[in-house]
RNA sequence: GCCCGAGUGGUGGAAUGGUAGACACGACGGAUUCAAAAUCCGUUGCCCUCGCGGGCGUGCCGGUUCGAGUCCGGCCUCGGGUACCA
């Protein structure tokens, strides 16, 4: 072989790992184990460049982990339920079931070539009934400990489909295939009880160090714990109070209305009698579920007619309001609007003409050394920090008193010296809300209470592809769960979807069934399971993919937990809280041991692989895409290859089919091989940032990898030491030696790019080096084994070629030699007012004092001093020399 | 709307509060070649300057610090999530 073939080698050495079975999982007491995994795919059909990224990333830890002595799992399996398989199933006939492991085999067929070092034994999907079934079992479990209920909840109806749509399925406001204006409409649905976790969910985050934290943040905000007052309102009208909940009670003195949710009980009976009233819960009806349709929809408000006495004053009477953006989920479905100090209560106040009562306003701002003392005396006060400066700098604080003292809560002292006077708190208001809640439960005024921003979990899905929930309807018994012995209840294989809707429903023989109580004819739950039921423990079924329980508690105990997991930014909350919550829910159901509660030790989420979009437009000025295969990229400008017509460039976005902004990885590992499409997705960009696929990357990273063939052959054929020095040899192996520290460090913290970044001076290095042979193979052994987790076929082929032994995959990782990383000489910089001006030469351990006196020394400084002394000298040894003049 | 991120040369990006631009792409110049491809060597943030050298520079406006891409406050733009996309 004459020069890189990557696709010779490639194949003969995922031959040889077949061979040798390394990547086989077994629990083995003779190593520590370690469980890395990537999240599992959406059989889509195709693998895309994010997928080679995300399984990239795994399996250079897996592979690194391996070569540092650890028994690693890393498997694979498919997330495999879910709409797409329907959508497909309607547009083209066919079975969900078919283009579903149809697409399963593609894209295994695809990724193999990636040379990923993947237990492929332990593969399983969500849809095989060997795993669903062992699901049902486990909802089963959950339904007796009482951690799953019913109760009836809203989703998106299509009145015209008469189906109910997901969310991705309404488009402003309306159907995606019907058109038709969506409304909100109730149904009996099965919900898990996570909100019963709420607490320890939210007060675990903290022990999950190797968790981002801005995952850990988004999770603690969506979990969203709040102290506030509920309390009631008195009706003028004799009827049931109206009952609030509130986490500014310190505002209640600029109440100003009351609003109740439309799906209010309250709202409910008053259009039972009032047609105007069910004109307008009609009305708000419209529109999708989500939190942004309702957030951002116009705040739509209607007057019952109805007033309340305000608690802390009998006299004072405030109307009643239906208004569309108050969640009957929240709280009591009920609020109090506070328009001085609340934006979305303002607009509604101007909008339906409401008073507005300013109960505190801002006094000054002042740094936390310069408050006038006079400005507390008599006022209740808090006060907004806007932030400390750093190394203990002075403190600006914005101050605000109480204007409206209706109601001046008896703790004042407290109320100003907690709030930051003595200037060790910081919080916004808090205290005064505190204070607030304390005067309210002193005066009989409602009580404090904790509340979570963390609803219930609804898993039904009005839906054929999914895991059918396994109980039975029997008019005699009710809900009866169907029997273990009976699992798995699965699907039926023929349906069709032609008419729109659950099949399931109308399937004529697999939805009557015996009831497992009293036998009499019953109909079996037509609803399936969320998909995030799913992928919401197949991290613990891999632990034990064929046993004949959800999971083999010896297996969890060994491998679990998942010492890495690895996957998307798009997952911070949902699929990651729903796992933890499966957890412990499995926990107390005996399916996985006390040390799983939190099953994922470190958690990474990588950036998504975006591309150009290529656009042009049709007669009716619509888009048209464009794959980048078909379009001429210049410096004027882009064209299509075919036409010449121009077309518009957007600039990176995430790769979607939809936009057609997609590189087929099969293409580049056709052309180039799987290394060079591994190298290009590690380098340059952080793995944690988006990152741009180009053409010219995917170049460039083969020239590289054909280089380090190019070097390699000529180490191995050169057989003189014609310019060998004992300094190049020196040389050479110190800067091996920080190569292997620095990939090394790279490798361990998802520096992926700036390990590459070193390899690739590295092998310049090795191409100049006058060293002679011993070393120059020597070095050429420790380049292949540092590029073996990211290049593993190259660095087979190169670690054989230079009479490596056995297989690069199995070596064990090189250690640096600490002493050779140290230079016994150091450059440091040297500054004149924070500008650096020269540079100077010091020994490693120079003292302060004379690193200033050379620092004072060199030219360009004792030039701009011209013989003053200087007003201060900043030395940080091994760092910098700031001289201040 | 709300929550969480990101923004640095022509491009991707590097930089425990301490030399901004490592490494790579592209571009330009050179070597090699009959020629080309491939390969090798060099230059390359912007502006002023023949040069020496100087000035400006990390989305925008302020602040803290001997020193800010990095910390703080306020914005802008883009991205992710927003509970039935997975």
């Known amino acids: 072989m004459s020069r890189y073939s990557a696709a010779e080698i490639e194949a003969k050495w995922q031959e040889a790992w077949d061979k040798a079975g390394i990547f086989h999982a077994a629990r083995s007491e003779d190593r520590p184990k370690y469980y890395v995994l990537e999240m599992f795919p959406y059989p889509s059909g195709r693998i895309h460049m994010g997928h080679v990224r995300n399984y990239t990333m795994g399996d250079v830890i897996a592979r690194h982990k391996l070569a540092t002595g650890h028994n690693v799992l890393h498997p694979m399996g498919w997330d495999a339920f879910g709409m797409p398989a329907e959508n497909a199933a309607m547009a083209s006939g066919g079975h969900p079931r078919d283009w579903t492991y149809g697409n399963i085999d593609d894209m295994r067929a695809q990724m193999k070539p990636l040379g990923l070092s993947i237990d492929w034994s332990r593969e399983f999907a969500t849809c095989d009934p060997e795993y669903y079934g062992q699901q049902q079992a486990l909802f089963l479990d959950f339904l007796e400990k009482g951690l799953v209920y019913r109760k009836n909840a809203v989703v998106n109806w299509d009145p015209v489909d008469m189906t109910v749509l997901a969310n991705e399925q309404v488009e402003n406001g309306r159907g995606w295939r019907s058109g038709a204006l969506v409304e909100r409409r109730e149904l009996t649905q099965w919900f898990f009880r996570i909100s019963d976790f709420a607490e320890e969910l939210l007060e675990a985050l903290d022990t999950l160090d190797n968790w981002p934290a801005k995952v850990r943040l988004m999770q603690e905000n969506w979990i969203g714990k709040s102290r506030g007052l509920q309390f009631s309102f ?128 801002e006094f000054g701002s002042y740094h936390d050394d310069a408050i006038p003392d006079s400005e507390f005396a008599g006022n209740p006060v808090f006060l907004k920090d806007l932030g400390p400066g750093p190394n203990g700098g002075s403190v600006l604080k914005k101050f605000f008193r109480i204007t409206n003292t209706a109601f001046v809560p008896p703790k004042t002292e407290t109320v100003r010296y907690v709030n930051g006077f003595a200037g060790q708190e910081h919080q916004t208001g808090e205290h005064a809300i505190d204070a607030a809640i304390d005067f309210c439960e002193a005066n009989g005024v409602g009580q404090g209470v904790t509340n979570y921003r963390l609803r219930d979990w609804g898993l039904s899905r009005q839906r054929y592809w999914g895991c059918p929930i396994p109980v039975v309807h029997c008019e005699a018994c009710g809900v009866v769960p169907e029997r273990k012995e009976n699992l798995p209840i699965a699907l039926p294989d023929d349906v069709s979807f032609e008419v729109p809707g659950n099949p399931l429903d109308r399937h004529p023989t697999w939805r009557d069934c015996a009831c497992p109580a009293c036998g009499a004819p019953a109909q079996r739950e037509t609803d399936t399971m969320d998909t995030f039921v799913d992928s919401s423990w197949y991290f613990a079924r891999f632990t034990a993919p064929r046993a004949n329980t959800p999971t083999d508690m010896a297996e969890a105990a060994y491998w679990m937990n998942v010492d890495q997991y690895i996957g998307g930014i798009e997952h911070a909350i949902l699929h990651l809280l729903y796992s933890r919550f499966f957890a412990r829910a499995m926990h107390i159901c005996g399916h996985l041991p006390e040390k799983c509660k939190e099953p994922f030790d470190a958690l990474f989420t990588q950036g998504m692989v975006t591309h150009a979009i290529y656009v042009t437009r049709d007669e009716n000025d619509r888009p048209v895409y464009h794959f980048p295969e078909d379009v001429e990229v210049h410096e004027s400008g882009a064209r299509l290859g075919a036409t010449g017509e121009d077309v518009e460039v957007v600039p990176s976005a995430k790769m979607s089919k939809s936009k057609k902004n997609v590189v087929d990885p099969v293409n580049i590992i056709r052309d180039y091989g799987a290394d060079t499409a591994r190298w290009f997705v590690l380098s340059d960009s952080p793995p944690e940032r988006d990152v741009e696929w180009t053409a010219a990357g995917a170049e460039a990273a083969h020239k590289h990898l054909s280089r380090v063939w190019r070097i390699a052959t000529g180490i191995a054929g050169a057989n003189t030491d014609e310019a060998a020095t004992p300094e190049a040899d020196e040389a050479l192996l110190r800067e091996m030696h920080k190569t292997i520290h620095e990939v090394t460090g790279g490798l361990e913290s998802f520096g992926f790019n700036a390990a590459i970044a070193k390899l690739y001076g590295f092998t310049a290095t090795l191409a100049r080096s006058e060293a002679g042979q011993d070393a120059r193979r020597r070095a050429a052994r420790t380049l292949a084994q540092l590029m073996a987790p990211m290049t593993p076929h190259l660095a087979e082929e190169v670690w054989s070629m230079l009479g490596g032994e056995g297989l690069v995959a199995n070596a064990p990782w090189p250690e640096a030699d600490p002493a050779m990383l140290i230079e016994d000489t150091i450059t440091l910089p040297v500054q004149i007012n924070g500008k650096r001006r020269a540079e100077i030469s010091v020994p490693r351990d120079a003292d302060k004092s004379e690193v200033e006196k050379s620092a004072l020394a060199v030219d360009a400084v004792a030039r701009m001093l011209d013989g003053a002394q200087p007003r201060k000298v900043i030395v940080v040894p091994g760092r910098i020399v700031n001289v201040v003049i």
């Open 234 to 361: 008195a009706r003028t009208d004799g009827g049931d109070p109206i009952e609030v909940y509130t986490t500014r009670p310190d505002t209640l003195m600029g109440a100003s209305f009351i609003g109740i949710s439309p799906d209010h009980p309250l709202a409910k009976e008053l259009a039972e009698q009032n047609p105007e009233v069910a004109a307008f819960r009609a009305e708000c009806a419209r529109g999708g579920t989500t939190e942004e349709a309702l957030e951002t929809a116009e705040k739509l408000g209607f007057d019952t007619g109805l007033k309340v006495r305000h608690p802390l004053d009998p006299d004072w009477e405030l109307p009643v309001y239906v208004a569309n953006f108050i969640l009957m989920d929240y709280g009591t479905g009920a609020i109090f609007g506070c328009p001085a100090h609340d934006q979305r209560d303002l607009d509604f106040a101007r909008k339906y003409g409401l008073c507005v009562k300013a109960v505190f306003e």
